[in-house]
């Protein structure tokens, strides 16, 4: 097997993931079985426009927010959370503590 290295490593979110999908299946001409499978998934729950996500992205990023990280700002957009709760839940399961009122601010983006 070829030796592959990584050349850089970011998170993406499935309206991004969606769009590189895209462009190797018009490489490639055929995806592979879970390219597919993965292809099906996101055309079901990725329902943003590519434009949106980025715009949406950087007003996050604009905020400034203490250690929110690009991995959390994906997770936020994939998820899309509408109310407090959900969003400090979303976050929960990191080593992150938000204040309330930055919060706020991401859910009026949101």
Do not use: C, Q
């Amino acid at each position: 097997m070829a030796d592959m290295k990584v050349l850089e490593e970011r998170p993406l979110t499935l309206t991004e993931l969606r769009d590189k999908l895209e462009i190797i299946e018009k490489r490639d001409k055929d995806l592979s079985f879970r390219a597919n499978k993965t292809k099906e998934y996101l055309n079901s729950f990725s329902t943003k426009k590519h434009k949106e996500v980025e715009s949406l992205k950087k007003k996050i990023e604009e905020l400034n927010v203490p250690r929110l990280k690009e991995r959390h700002i994906a997770k936020i957009i994939d998820i899309s959370p509408k109310d407090m709760d959900s969003l400090k839940l979303l976050l929960s399961g990191e080593a992150i503590t938000v204040k309330d009122e930055d919060l706020k601010k991401i859910l009026s983006l949101l």
